[in-house]
């Protein structure tokens, strides 16, 4: 069974950095892309970051591109959201992805999310 476990949300200001973690066991890791959404009250979840099963390419959309970055490390089965000049409108639960595919498809497993929030 496919377990995500998410760690690193927390309450920053506007303008300061923070890095999620996620890990990941019951698969293997190294075989699938990874990624991360972010739901925020009252909204849908939304794409937040996306990488290949090597970590050689990575996706992100217009909203976070240039503030956020994925990695991921294969040997710990752990990826990484490092997420900088946040703003108030990137407060939402994130949650870790997991894909059955090399590149990031549509989405097969959720872990339960970690809260970030964004002060002003």
């Known amino acids: 069974q496919v377990q995500l476990v998410e760690s690193g949300g927390g309450l920053v200001q506007a303008g300061g950095s923070l890095r999620l973690s996620c ?17 925020a009250q ?12 090597s970590g050689g390419d ?13 990695s991921r490390d294969n040997a710990k ?3 990484y959201l490092q997420m900088n000049n946040l703003k108030p409108e990137d407060t939402a639960v994130y949650y870790c992805i997991g894909y059955r595919t090399k590149i990031p498809t549509t989405p097969r497993d959720w872990g ?7 002060s002003s």
């Open 58 to 70: 990575t996706y992100y959309p217009d909203t976070v591109k240039g503030r956020f970055s994925i």
């Open 112 to 118: 339960q999310g970690t809260q970030v929030t964004v």
């Open 77 to 79: 089965n752990t990826m």
């Open 42 to 53: 009252g909204k849908t979840r939304e794409f937040v970051a996306g990488i290949d099963s």
């Open 23 to 39: 890990t990941a066991s019951g698969r293997t890791f190294g075989l699938y892309a990874m990624g991360w959404f972010r739901q």
